[in-house]
């Protein structure tokens, strides 16, 4: 999936829940339980984004059993040990920082927004009924209230989502492309793939590879990186290992269909 499409569907899915949300909330009011979901509506949307900017190599936690079915071709367990040695990382690892704090730069600015200005939506259901309906809304039925509410807890869901956007446009255009660089603690390589552990989850990335994809080594530094470079974005899966030259030629053999040559 392109950053275009991965954008576009972020953007989408961010309306779909911003609606959603608005008639939960014209139905609820102004109150504790308002206030709960107004929390949930930063989780969710902190997920997608976080869901829609991941890598794009494509691993899936649904692959590890097909992966792990295949035949054993290379294993490192800890590779913190090898990496601790790699003294370049944090250069590496200075773009991607940069973005992570531009970004919660963003969350904290949204969150400033929603506790300053949640309390007055009702206030805005109130300007909208007597601007464009000439009356108080005390005086309007039960129906046109939550439909009043309902426009203006859209209106103030959007501002969130138009400050969030913004400031992440604003990050984008600080920064050359977007930096996604995984060093898993652990990995598996088969003939149909790679398994790789984070700190959480365990996921997997089938063969063969996308022919966009390259394979770099670093023999001083100890890794064989797996490389996505795109317009906008870059993702790099960084497996360290005490045998570099072995891993690279495994990856040589294995993850490209055989009339492709690495350079």
């Given amino acids: 999936m392109s950053y275009i499409e991965r954008m576009g569907r972020m953007v989408a899915l961010n309306q779909v829940y911003i609606l959603i949300y608005s008639v939960l909330a014209a139905v609820i009011g102004v109150n504790i339980y308002l206030f709960l979901l107004v929390f949930l509506f930063i989780a969710i949307s902190m997920v997608i984004q976080s869901f829609m900017t991941s890598s794009s190599l494509n691993e899936k936690s649904s692959y590890v059993s097909e992966v792990l079915s295949g035949k054993k071709l290379f294993h490192e367990d800890n590779t913190r040990t090898i990496q601790s040695k790699d003294q370049l990382i944090y250069v590496d690892l200075q773009e991607q920082a940069r973005f992570s704090m531009y970004t919660t730069i963003g969350v904290l600015v949204g969150l400033a927004y929603f506790f300053a200005l949640w309390k007055y939506v009702p206030e805005l259901a109130a300007y909208l009924?007597?601007?464009?309906?000439?009356?108080?809304?005390?005086?309007?039925?039960?129906?046109?209230?939550r439909l009043l509410l309902f426009v203006a807890f859209f209106i103030y869901f959007e501002g969130y989502f138009i400050i969030n956007q913004g400031i992440m446009m604003w990050s984008l255009s600080r920064i050359k492309k977007l930096p996604a660089l995984t060093v898993p603690s652990s990995y598996m390589v088969t003939d149909k793939g790679i398994v790789v552990k984070g700190i959480i989850t365990t996921k997997a990335i089938k063969f063969p590879l996308p022919s966009?994809?390259?394979?770099?080594?670093?023999?001083?530094?100890?890794?064989?990186?797996?490389?996505?470079?795109?317009?906008?974005?870059?993702?790099?899966?960084?497996?360290?290992?005490?045998?570099?030259?072995?891993?690279?030629?495994?990856?040589?053999?294995?993850?490209?269909?055989?009339?492709?040559?690495?350079?």
């Fill in 212 to 263: 966009d994809v390259a394979v770099n080594m670093n023999k001083d530094r100890r890794f064989v990186e797996i490389v996505r470079d795109g317009k906008r974005t870059v993702t790099r899966l960084r497996l360290y290992t005490k045998n570099p030259e072995k891993l690279y030629d495994v990856l040589r053999r294995v993850a490209f269909p055989q009339e492709r040559k690495l350079s």
């Fill in 129 to 145: 009924a007597f601007e464009f309906m000439g009356t108080s809304i005390d005086k309007l039925s039960l129906l046109y209230v």
